[in-house]
């Protein structure tokens, strides 16, 4: 059962059903991007306990994979005690759905390099979190997803629009914000690790990306990053998802600064700046990574194929049954290709289609990352 089917939902259905698996796919709305390749859906509210308890009993799965933060994700130990599995654990999603749990994890109980930070649960209390930090500083809700609510302090009049820009941001009920001293970083890298049943912890290629409003706009694999502290970034994710336990995959954000490697956030499954990996840049996609690793099949290794890149394909209006233009002009490039998802409905901003481009390794990554900027402007997104 997956709950949350968006378009990273939508990859690891198709990887799992090459694997012979059943799929329920599960969302707010009909019609999802993962709904459409699954076997089952069910379209619930997955905030309200009692519907999930009431589809989980329905179904009876063998897995529950969450994609989304926006789930009750307080049932998943009862459903572990019901002999579920819970990917990766429910220990793993219940702390990752809250940036307090796992930054207070990350930072106070396994000691890593994060960014100073205070909570605030009203806009008095983030007032005196700004002064205590200092600006500029970032502030988060503590449960949202894909930058939503998310903002940067400079000034004092950025407060309460921060709070507010927050609040209207947040998923759930949860109105708590995180502020955090702003890292004078050099660059971004998502490092994907892969946790095994019955293996060893592996890591894939660091992938760089850029991000605006808060969500990633453009992604490339390898990032560039010094040896040393690569496996500085490798040492801390292994300890994070250690001490979170279960099998999948990983996205582990980290800042690279001067003076080493700031642990920023963590995803305990598919990562959206990893869709670079569906061009084909290594031996498996983080779909099928994740696939084979919740299923407890062996992944014997993780190895780069070819340099490669990805730039997202947005909306810039609500509307609903878009159609997409430019496309014969955008595919006539060798080495490339366009993924569209599938969302129903369109807003400014949303993420509807993705370009990808390729090449041998060791090309020019930049070169790779440009190409698919240019061929996502391409493509534009229409509705009705």
């Known amino acids: 059962m997956l709950l949350g089917s968006g378009e990273l939902g ?7 059903k090459r694997l012979g698996q059943y799929v329920i796919a599960v969302d707010s709305y009909n019609d999802a991007p993962a709904q459409q390749v699954a076997d089952e859906r069910e379209v619930i509210n997955m905030l309200d306990g009692a519907e999930l308890d009431r589809i989980v009993a329905k179904h009876r799965p063998d897995l529950i994979v969450p994609e989304i933060e926006a789930i009750r994700t307080e049932r998943f130990y009862d459903y572990e005690k019901q002999g579920i599995q819970v990917v990766p654990s429910a220990k793993a999603a ?7 749990a796992i930054r207070d994890l990350a930072a106070k109980e396994l000691g890593l390099k994060t960014a100073k930070y205070e909570y605030a649960n009203s806009f008095e209390e983030l007032n005196a979190a700004v002064k205590n930090i200092g600006m500029p500083c970032v502030v ?3 449960m949202s997803s894909s930058g939503k609510g998310q903002s940067v302090i400079k000034t004092e009049s950025d407060i309460q629009k921060a709070w507010d820009y927050a609040q209207a941001g947040k998923r759930g009920d949860y109105t708590e914000v995180i502020a955090e001293a702003f890292v004078k970083f050099n660059s971004e890298i998502t490092l994907l690790t892969v946790t095994q049943k019955n293996g060893n912890t592996l890591f894939c290629p660091p992938i760089g990306h850029r991000q605006e409003r808060g969500d990633y706009q453009e992604s490339w694999q390898p990032a560039e990053i010094k040896p040393e502290h690569l496996k500085e970034a490798q040492v801390m994710a292994g300890k994070v998802t250690k001490a979170l336990s279960g099998a999948g995959i990983w996205g582990v954000e980290f800042f690279l600064a001067d003076d080493g490697v700031y642990f920023s956030e963590l995803s305990p499954r598919p990562h959206d700046t990893g869709m670079v990996t569906l061009a084909g840049t290594q031996n498996f996609s983080e779909f099928e990574l994740h ?5 407890g099949l062996p992944i014997p290794e993780i190895t780069l194929e070819r340099v490669g890149a990805s730039a997202v394909i947005l909306a810039h209006k609500e509307g609903a049954s878009p159609t997409f233009t430019g496309l014969e002009k955008a595919m006539d490039h060798v080495k490339s290709d366009i ?3 599938g969302k129903p409905v369109t807003r400014p901003y949303r993420r509807m289609a993705v370009a990808l481009t390729y090449d041998k390794p060791g090309s020019d990554v930049n070169a790779v990352t440009q190409r698919a900027i240019e061929i996502a402007a391409m493509v534009n ?3 009705k």
Do not use: D, G, H, Y
């Open 140 to 142: 988060k809700p503590l």
């Open 10 to 16: 939508k990859e690891f259905v198709i990887a799992v």
């Open 339 to 341: 993924r569209i998802f």
């Open 381 to 383: 997104v229409e509705s």
């Open 291 to 295: 696939a084979r690793a919740v299923l």
């Open 94 to 100: 219940n702390f990752t759905m809250n940036r307090k």
